[in-house]
């Protein structure tokens, strides 16, 4: 059964900095999403990595993936305020059914 | 999001009642989805469809059955609402083509 694992659950942080979150899964797969959803709203698209070494940036945010490790990170870089949201790595339980197993999210705050 | 809807966005519901979400979709995609958003468990699978009348169940079925006569729409019927299925229901599409998943806006319902 695949189990998708992110830390840390909650973090805080003072605008300027930078800090990884990452997204630990069990079994292997070589696809891998990052969603962030802002509270009280549905869930939006950031990233989509498809194979081992994979790497996406947009904006403050970049995205990697290491499928022999099973791990990728979401790195942000001089976070700002707008950056509050909880983010969400999900992994493509099967391939071919699109099925996906989405982690517990981690709950970012930037503070000014 | 354009091209899901999810419909009702709120509903209380009593124990013991059916109750019926609806999922509509213009993008013409194959695969449909129900999710449900707990705090602490992140988005767990409830069943997936995969083409009409194509359904199977996901991590959380028990207490749920699905629909999908139309390409368009998939439903979620809660066969006897407890107090447990109070939640966010997020449906989401996907298209092989495109990776990734889009999600429609939720359906927050509570059962008292």
């Known amino acids: 059964e695949l189990k998708v694992e992110q830390n840390p659950l909650f973090l805080s942080m003072q605008e300027g900095k930078n800090y990884t979150i990452y997204c630990n899964y069990s079994t292997t797969s070589d696809r891998l999403y990052w969603y962030r959803q802002d509270p009280g709203k549905s869930l939006e698209s950031l990233f989509v990595l498809l194979s081992n070494g994979a790497v996406k940036q947009e904006g403050r945010l970049m995205a990697s993936l290491d499928t022999k490790a099973r791990l990728s990170t979401l790195h942000i870089t001089a976070a700002v305020h707008d950056l509050s949201a909880t983010y969400f790595c999900a992994v493509d339980a099967t391939s071919g059914t699109y099925k996906y197993i989405f982690g517990t999210g981690t709950r970012l705050k930037v503070l000014a | 999001d354009a091209g899901i809807t999810q419909s009702p966005r709120h509903k209380v519901t009593e124990t013991g009642t059916p109750v019926t979400l609806r999922c509509h979709q213009t993008e013409n995609h194959r695969y449909m989805y129900w999710y449900r958003q707990d705090p602490g468990h992140g988005l767990r699978l409830i069943h997936y469809s995969y083409g009409v009348k194509d359904t199977d169940k996901g991590e959380v079925s028990d207490g749920y059955s699905v629909s999908r006569s139309k390409t368009e729409d998939f439903l979620l019927t809660l066969e006897s609402a407890t107090s447990s299925q109070t939640s966010v229901y997020f449906c989401?599409?996907?298209?092989?083509?495109?990776?990734?998943?889009?999600f429609g806006s939720g359906t927050r319902l509570t059962v008292v």
């Open positions: 989401a599409i996907s298209d092989w083509a495109r990776e990734g998943y889009t």
